[in-house]
């Protein structure tokens, strides 16, 4: 078991900036990947970008240029930099691990982008 805390949303103008933070109470080490994900009212939940055990990372077309994602293996948690950020941006964002056999959500955090 592991529990994910994320934190860092907030509300912003469009075209400011945000860092989510996402703490695991053990060691993400073992995990294949860690994600974040996001949920906007009446969408459904999208993979927003994806960090490997080997620090490959993957991003969606609609962030690549604009998120970064890392991870922090000594501090067992996950970043995700939101730069630009425009009103489409406005979500819930979920961090995720996920291994072989299991994953693990949070609880998700308010990014708020006004126009």
């Known amino acids: 078991q592991v529990q994910l805390v994320e934190s860092g949303g907030g509300l912003v103008q469009a075209g400011g900036s945000l860092r989510l933070s996402c703490a695991a109470s053990r060691s993400i080490f073992s995990f294949n990947a860690m994600g974040w994900y996001r949920q906007a009212p009446g969408k459904q939940r999208e993979l927003v970008a994806s960090i490997t055990s080997g620090v490959n990372t993957n991003y969606a077309d609609s962030v690549k240029g604009r998120f970064t994602i890392s991870r922090d293996n000594a501090k067992n948690t996950v970043y995700l930099q939101l730069n630009s950020l425009k009103p489409e941006d406005t979500a819930v964002y979920y961090c995720?691990?996920?291994?072989?056999?299991?994953?693990?959500w949070g609880q998700g955090t308010q990014v708020t982008v006004s126009s």
């Open positions: 995720r691990a996920s291994s072989t056999l299991f994953e693990y």
